[in-house]
C-alpha cells in the first residue's frame, strides 16, 4: 500500500482511567493532528455515573470533529448516553441480540481475540467490524496472539473490515498495513509524554 487512500483508518481506544479534568483537552489535540475514524471508551470501573461523566466530557470532543464514540462493553448505556456504539468483548455471542435493541444505524464491534471462526459468525450476524488481537506480545495479554496470517487470510477471504490491536509497535504496523482496515491504538501513545507524536511515529510506518 502506497496511496494514502488506501491505508488503514486510526481507531483510538481510550485509557481504561483517566483524569476527567485533562484527558478530554489530550485527546482533543490528538484528533486535531490526525484523522481518526473513531474513539472507544474504555473504562475499567463499573461506577455508571463516573462512565456517564467520562462520555459526555469525550463526546462534546469527538462531536465536534465529527469522529465517531463507541463504548467497551456498557452495551446497556449506548443509547442512554447518546453514543454511536458499542464494542462487545465476548466475541460474537451478544452481536445478534445488540444489533435487535440498537438497531441497523449503530455501530456495533466484536473483539474476537486469534479465533477467525468468532470473526466469521460475529461478521454473519451483523457486526460492523471484527476486532483481533493483541498482535503484540505484552505481560498485560496472557494467551496467544493474532497472527499476521490471520490478518492475511481475512483480507483475502472476508469483507467485514478488521481492526489490529494489542501492543503494536513500529514493525507490527509496517507488517499488517496490508491486511488490516483499521489499527486500534491506546496506550502504544497514551503512555508516551507526547502522545501527537508518538502517534505520527506509528502512522509514518505505514507507507
Not at 514493525?171 to 491506546?186: A, E, H, K, V
Amino acid at each position: 500500500m502506497t496511496d494514502a487512500a488506501d491505508l488503514p483508518q486510526l481507531y483510538l481506544i481510550t485509557p481504561t482511567d483517566f483524569e476527567l479534568s485533562t484527558y478530554p483537552d489530550i485527546l482533543g489535540s490528538v484528533l486535531d493532528a490526525q484523522e481518526i475514524a473513531c474513539v472507544r471508551l474504555t473504562l475499567a470501573t463499573r461506577d455508571e455515573d463516573r462512565i456517564a461523566r467520562a462520555a459526555d466530557a469525550l463526546r462534546s470532543v469527538t462531536m465536534e470533529r465529527d469522529v465517531a464514540l463507541v463504548i467497551d462493553t456498557h452495551m446497556m448505556l449506548v443509547e442512554r448516553l447518546g453514543l454511536d456504539g458499542v464494542h462487545l468483548t465476548d466475541s460474537a455471542r451478544s452481536v445478534k441480540k445488540m444489533r435487535k435493541e440498537l438497531g441497523e444505524d449503530a455501530i456495533i464491534g466484536a473483539f474476537c481475540g486469534n479465533s477467525s471462526h468468532d470473526g466469521m459468525t460475529a461478521g454473519e450476524l451483523g457486526a460492523d467490524y471484527v476486532s483481533f488481537g493483541p498482535v503484540g506480545n505484552s505481560p498485560l495479554f496472557s494467551g496467544e496472539t493474532a497472527p499476521l496470517d490471520l490478518f492475511q487470510w481475512w483480507s483475502q477471504m472476508i469483507e467485514v473490515p478488521v481492526v489490529a490491536e494489542g501492543s503494536l509497535d513500529v514493525d507490527l504496523i509496517r507488517q499488517l498495513t496490508p491486511y488490516t482496515d483499521f489499527f486500534g491504538i491506546g496506550d502504544e501513545i497514551w503512555t508516551n509524554d507526547d502522545p501527537v507524536a508518538a502517534l505520527r511515529t506509528l502512522v509514518a510506518a505505514m507507507s
